[in-house]
């Protein structure tokens, strides 16, 4: 563990750490660690219920999120229930190397394509962060059965239902509807995975039918409009956000890792549309039609910040910043950090089959909104609950690829590219930010260092050791130390600019109040669970540690 004085700003293997207990308080030792799908926390009392998803979608999204937030933050914590539900997990894997949903109150014994996506994620962080032979064995297996059951046409493929039968697909003139069938629901999400399962074993299965997947998306799918707007139509799902932006981001992520150059300015062209249906701060409606936009999911917002990560790495260095915003304002205003204001029930609930309602609000903490609005945690518009699995899992997923981009090695230095605090083998980051614009760089090994400006600064006066050095500003927006000394301390400083927005949400314009590119509060203000009311107190100096991850995805 590396261990350091930081200022008392965002760190983020402290979110990992709180997550960790929301991870394990949905699982339900009572059904081999599975996972419960939905909490309702501001209801009479407070509960937590099983649904179709757990079986194998949240089975695997939890598996992946443990794994990472114990990589992010170093703790042990949930090492037994997580080697239950890995147990489990591997159970759900049929012959044919899908995994399989059993019979249960509200489905049936099927393979779910939506789902495929989850469970190599969690195939993908076994392998990574356990090492695991039997991940990397089931990777390939699953790989190899998604390219066999795909239905291919000249230089595409795609996959023509949600569910798929042990015996096959429900009928067999799927061949003449590409063009109807929604890749943002089935092929289209496992983009992501599919690229990096081929970047980790090597499988030319894998990338050839990711390229394939990405060719439906882009080219013969009506999924995407030609301005690269989400189709609204009810075969769409009404725009539904997180699927759009989940399959737009592995369109990214394999034009990051195959080099090319087609798919990259496709993911560009709708993630800049994207942008438009949501907030500055990063929040996105659940769904474009508007009778059915209420509610931001975590999902959503992951999808959105990763993306922007992915193209910024892909030689787009602007996207930083935004990646940045989406961070430090609804990504991590989203989490449940408390139960102040909310019942819980002390351990004097109850557990029937499918549902608790036994200390619901403690096990909560950590966890990551399903449906926020921009000034509250929770929105009670079209769901009845507040928490969902997926969500608070992907969270995680956001903070672990935030952190283990922030500051990366290149061949001279490092660039530190989101201006958090920061512990790694490459460098210690002190950020002060918002309260005062100052950022100090200490690097473990002799080079360059590339520090990203702010968005809104022009000026940054800068010290090695405390002596005033000139930096060299570069065209992608980033001040250049050439030749830093190992141990050396480069600092910092600038101006914070105070500024104000307004955003229209279905009718409503909220007035958010930045400094720099952090939201400081939202007016009007919720009434649940406010979100955005952040001070500028002194920053405090405390003890931080956090390990070294051998990994990245």
Known sequence: ?????????????????????????????????????????????????????????HAARVVDALLLAQALCGSEEGVAQLDALERM????????????????????????MHYQRSVLNGLLSLCLARRSARARDQLVSLTKALNEISIKREDFAYFPSVERFPDGWPRGDWGILSFGVDPANTNGRLLFGLTRAWELTGEDAAREIAEAYARHVMHHSSAYDPDGGFATGLEFREGHFHSRAVTMLGVIRYAYGTGDTEALAWGQKVFDKACTYGTRFGWFPERLVESRAHGCETCAIVDMMEAAIWLAKSGQPQYWGVAERF??????????TSIDGLEDSAGTGRDDEWESTVRVARRSIGGFAGWSQPNDLFSKVMHEWDLYTCCSAQGVRG???????????????????????????HAVIRSWLPQEGRIEIVPTVAGDVRVRIPDGTDTMVVTVDGAPVTAVREPSEFLCVAGAPAGATIQCQFAVPEWTSRETILDTEYTADWRGDTVMTVSPGGTRLPLYQRDVSPVAMVEKSAPDIGFTM
């Open 327 to 336: 961070l430090r304002n609804h990504l991590l205003e989203s989490q449940l």
């Open 89 to 112: 997990f591997f159970t759900g894997f049929g012959d044919d190397g899908l995994h399989y949903t059993p019979d249960n109150p509200w489905s049936f014994h099927h393979a779910n």
């Open 1 to 57: 563990m590396r261990v350091a004085l930081l200022p008392d700003t965002i760190f983020l293997p402290d979110r990992a750490r709180l997550a960790i207990n929301c991870l394990t308080g949905c699982l339900n030792p009572t059904k081999d660690q599975l996972p419960f799908c939905l909490t309702d926390l501001t209801g009479s009392p407070p509960r937590m219920m099983h649904t179709q998803f757990d079986f194998s979608d």
């Open 399 to 425: 903070l672990f690829n935030a952190w283990t981009n922030a500051v990366v090695a290149t061949d001279d230095g490092i660039s530190v590219n989101l201006l958090i605090n920061h512990l790694s083998k």
